[in-house]
């Protein structure tokens, strides 16, 4: 089982969006992320923090990555929520899935599932990155591989 996680794309600031969506440099980020991941990677399962940036980035990738899987707003994802309860789900999980969302929660989440800790961080997230994580059959957790927006423009 994959599991991708990517942090929101550059979100506009509180005084001209207070609700944050996407600004044009962190849409066209997720797009170029879309687009390279398109015929690469394929998810069942789309979730998102329910925060408009964090949404609108799920959005995106799931129209081109997901196989008939809504998008869905999940509690507990937040950017200062604990990991245990989320990264049990995971466990879980048996169909490759993608979680949009942000720091410090992904970085926490990667670590408790790499090492075993939620920190220290085992990869450095910024605004647009994804990481693939796999679970292999004894239920441990690998970096697949991990992308960030300049290596698109």
Known sequence: MRLVLVQH???LPAEADPERGLSARGRTDVERLVQFLKGRVRVGRV???GKTRARQTAELLAAALA?????EARAGIDPLDPVETFAAEVQGWDEDAL???????????AA???RGAAGPDVVQFEQGAALCL?????????????LRPELFG
């Open 9 to 11: 794309g550059d979100a």
């Open 47 to 49: 979730r998102h923090s």
């Open 67 to 71: 196989t008939n899987a809504p998008v």
């Open 99 to 109: 979680i949009a969302g942000h720091q410090p929660f992904l970085g926490k989440l």
């Open 112 to 114: 408790r599932l790499v």
């Open 134 to 146: 796999e679970r292999a059959a004894d239920g441990c957790w690998t970096i697949r591989w991990m």
